[in-house]
């Protein structure tokens, strides 16, 4: 590194002014304290990165922002928000959690998805709704349950159940109805049987 050209001003009213010029590597940082903020500039040959201080805030403006810390807490009083222009990933490689106090909100004009390696359970205490233009469940390793105090499945137009073997049982009442025709039909054995048998 060649030699570096440094120089201090000093202004009853633009404050002090710092400033380092390397000009082998075309690189000049700055140091500006003007009595309301304090600004520290690096400006080399195709990027800046500026952070400004004043009292009630700090703006750190800069093309790559790294923070390496063993812990970090970040507490806010007001509102806060993050945002990113492009992809946004976030990553914990032990456990990870995520709370609040009040609503829940996450929204996505896209695709969205949430898979796991284990288990993946969803709970509300009160009511949980799920739905979608189109729906679909699918157990590909074993059984698929649905279990509730009271269970009701209906379709606007058509309602099927299909299964190698299907099984409709009552521990009270079994109620089968159509308000037009009903058909019954088996291609082997049709069996009817009860204590008593009404049929028509």
């Given at each position: 590194?060649?030699?570096?050209?440094?120089?201090?001003?000093?202004?009853?009213?633009?404050?002090?002014?710092?400033?380092?010029?390397?000009?082998d590597?075309n690189?000049?940082?700055t140091v500006?304290?003007?009595?309301?903020?304090?600004?520290?500039?690096?400006?080399?040959p195709s990027d800046?990165s500026?952070?400004v201080?004043?009292?009630?805030?700090?703006v750190?403006t800069?093309?790559?922002?790294k923070?390496?810390?063993?812990t970090?807490?970040l507490?806010?009083k007001?509102?806060s928000?993050?945002?990113?222009?492009?992809?946004?990933?976030?990553t914990?490689?032990k456990?990870?959690?995520?709370?609040?106090?009040a609503?829940?909100?996450?929204t996505?004009t896209?695709?969205?998805?949430?898979?796991?390696?284990a288990?993946?359970?969803?709970?509300?205490?009160?009511a949980?709704?799920?739905k979608g233009?189109t729906?679909?469940?699918e157990?590909t390793g074993g059984e698929?349950?649905?279990?509730g105090l009271t269970l009701?499945a209906?379709?606007?137009t058509?309602?099927q159940?299909?299964g190698?073997n299907?099984?409709?049982?009552g521990?009270a009442?079994?109620?089968l109805?159509a308000q037009?025709?009903?058909?019954?039909k088996a291609?082997?054995?049709?069996?009817?049987s009860?204590?008593?048998?009404?049929?028509?």
């Amino acid at each position: 590194m060649g030699t570096l050209v440094c120089t201090i001003e000093l202004d009853k009213v633009k404050g002090i002014t710092v400033t380092v010029d390397n000009a082998d590597a075309n690189i000049v940082q700055t140091v500006t304290m003007d009595g309301t903020a304090i600004t520290l500039k690096v400006a080399g040959p195709s990027d800046t990165s500026t952070v400004v201080q004043k009292a009630d805030s700090i703006v750190v403006t800069v093309k790559d922002f790294k923070v390496d810390a063993q812990t970090i807490t970040l507490l806010s009083k007001g509102t806060s928000e993050w945002t990113s222009q492009d992809t946004l990933k976030v990553t914990s490689t032990k456990d990870m959690s995520l709370t609040t106090q009040a609503k829940l909100t996450q929204t996505a004009t896209q695709d969205a998805s949430i898979s796991s390696s284990a288990k993946v359970n969803v709970e509300a205490t009160q009511a949980l709704a799920l739905k979608g233009l189109t729906a679909s469940m699918e157990a590909t390793g074993g059984e698929a349950k649905i279990e509730g105090l009271t269970l009701k499945a209906a379709g606007k137009t058509d309602t099927q159940v299909t299964g190698l073997n299907v099984k409709v049982a009552g521990q009270a009442a079994l109620d089968l109805e159509a308000q037009g025709m009903a058909n019954l039909k088996a291609s082997g054995i049709t069996s009817v049987s009860g204590a008593l048998v009404k049929l028509g």
